[in-house]
């Protein structure tokens, strides 16, 4: 990848406790790509994720924002940076309504203060993109679907005008045509400008909007490359999940 990098994680040797999840992991993010980090459960996927917004311990290695060094950043202060992450879990609060869930958001940043857009403005915006919630505005999310909770959650991450966000398993429990509405929506979202970190077991739907993807196995980088690398010859990701990686 030779394009200007939003994020850079260098050798990065995290996990919890004591115990060491990942060995040795570098990614790089940029903005015009849609970067898909797939592996079997286990591999180390949702480590990264949640080491890169120190949610996880961080024993050794590098984060790097806009050339900004966020490695020890709390996961506030580095939102207050334009990233976002969208956990599988508790990423929406189901007792507050859809309005209630996306004022927080909004107004839990300093972007919200030092830009000229106002509530209504990203309001306005956010259920252009998601108009199912137009109707639902008024409703607390735990009356819901499981598509439009995520929908709500996808807001609240767009509301904030991020310039990355990391997607932990997005489409977990959604039927496939829901699914492949989340996913295409998050492509949308990379399109519009905003660097995109895909977590996905669904690989061979996220590989369609995928422009960049990395192998995980046991917590290590195994693979990586452009996506249709992989779509010409899926038998290559196959081998790297089972540990049997080659050259293509």
Do not use: C, W
């Amino acid at each position: 990848m030779t394009k200007d990098h939003i994020l850079r994680v260098s050798n990065l040797y995290a996990g919890y406790g004591k115990n060491v999840i990942l060995h040795d992991v570098s990614v790089l993010l940029s903005r015009d790509t849609l970067t898909l980090i797939v592996g079997p459960n286990g591999s180390g996927k949702s480590t990264l994720a949640k080491a890169i917004f120190n949610l996880a311990s961080v024993f050794s290695g590098e984060i790097i924002f806009k050339n900004i060094d966020v490695t020890k950043m709390m996961a506030e202060e580095k939102t207050m940076l334009g990233m976002q992450m969208i956990p599988q879990t508790s990423n929406v609060f189901e007792n507050l309504t859809v309005r209630e869930n996306l004022e927080i958001s909004f107004f839990n940043t300093k972007k919200a203060y030092k830009n000229k857009k106002t509530f209504r403005d990203m309001l306005e915006y956010v259920l252009q993109i998601f108009p199912n919630l137009k109707n639902r505005e008024y409703e607390k999310v735990k009356l819901l679907s499981g598509g439009e909770r995520q929908m709500v959650a996808l807001a609240r991450a767009l509301i904030t005008e991020p310039e990355l966000i990391i997607f932990d398993e997005p489409t977990a429990m959604l039927s496939p045509a829901l699914s492949n509405f989340i996913l295409n929506k998050i492509r949308e979202i990379n399109q519009s400008g905003v660097a995109v970190m895909l977590i996905e077991q669904n690989v061979k739907a996220a590989i369609n909007i995928a422009d960049y993807l990395y192998v995980l196995l046991s917590g290590r980088k195994v693979l990586e490359g452009p996506s249709d690398k992989f779509t010409k010859d899926f038998k290559l990701l196959e081998d790297a999940f089972f540990g049997r990686v080659r050259e293509a």
